[in-house]
């Protein structure tokens, strides 16, 4: 699996595993505790080693059970989390991030990202939440600090206020909606891209373009969506509850997409008509 550096003098795998909704809800019940704990498994049987979840997942104990039934020693495996919407104080940025850790049954988390950054909420301030998650860097709790969802405004913001450039971006990137500003914003301080909804929630998989690439290269389109992010310097975490997926998903390395083909990929962007998720200017949902 290769790795990516981080501007932080740390380095991060750059496909991994998603574990939003593995389980039927975010409800915290045993029984969606066991159910991501079976998936995650799977995956991290199957050669998954890095992992990907949040606060407002509420699987993060399905998570730490999986981890720590794996038997892979910790330093092989690379685990993320998001701060969820409602802990943006700082004072609940540690309490929340002490349950985190409690729930994945770790003392150290690998990186730790603000999940949305809520403008229009806590006064406008997430820059003092940034200065309270960049501290838990300091404490020694967190090897790497993060965002996830943050505009270029939200990026400067945040970096001409604390001098702290955050590691990563987790922000939404597919074929239909390439994100330029957002990625060549975090492009421009050094900030790795990672890319949620890779496939677009499965709305780009039945595209002719990638159909005809697909066909070329004796893959599959999700395949062939996965390189073209992996060619463009992305970290990816594709979620799939099916173990031939998880396999598939794993399997992007061997094949290389031409430059015409990552042209014609590209050129499916439809800008801002092209986003799934909510618009990060303007989502203020706080569970």
């Known amino acids: 699996m290769p790795t990516l550096p981080l501007n932080d003098g740390t ?11 593995v389980s039927r809800d975010r409800t915290r ?16 049987g199957m050669g998954y080693r890095h992992i990907d979840t949040a606060q407002m997942y509420g699987n993060e104990a399905g998570v730490g059970r999986a981890v720590a039934a794996s038997g892979i020693p910790r330093e092989q495996l690379h685990v993320t989390s998001k701060l969820g ?11 929340s991030f002490d349950r985190t850790l409690n729930e994945l049954r770790l003392a150290r988390l690998d990186l730790f990202l603000i999940h949305w950054p809520l403008p229009s909420l806590y006064n406008g301030d997430y820059v003092t939440t940034w200065r309270a998650v960049t501290d838990l860097v300091r404490d020694g709790r967190l090897r ?31 074929p239909y909606f390439r994100n ?4 060549d914003a975090s492009a421009a301080h050094g900030i790795a891209v990672e890319a949620w909804s890779p496939l677009g929630q499965g709305a780009v998989l039945d595209d002719p373009v990638l159909d005809r690439i697909a066909l070329a290269q004796a893959k599959t389109p999700a395949q062939v969506v996965l390189r073209w992010h992996i060619q463009h310097g992305h970290v990816v975490f594709p979620k799939t509850t099916h173990r031939q997926r998880m396999a598939e998903n794993l399997d992007v390395f061997g094949f290389a997409l031409s430059a015409e083909e990552m042209a014609a990929i590209d050129g499916l962007d439809r800008g801002p008509a092209g986003r799934i998720g909510p618009d990060p200017d303007t989502f203020a949902w706080i569970p």
């Open 29 to 44: 019940s045993e029984k969606n505790t066991a159910a991501t704990a079976e998936i995650v498994g799977s995956a991290l």
């Open 11 to 21: 380095t991060i795998p750059q496909l991994g595993f998603g574990t939003l909704n």
């Open 85 to 95: 919407n409602g802990n943006h104080d700082p004072g609940e940025v540690h309490r």
């Open 180 to 183: 330029d500003t957002a990625r």
């Open 144 to 174: 790497t600090a993060g965002v996830s969802n943050f505009q270029p405004a939200h990026l400067d913001r945040v970096i001409g206020e604390t001098g702290i450039v955050p590691a990563v971006n987790q922000i939404e990137v597919h």
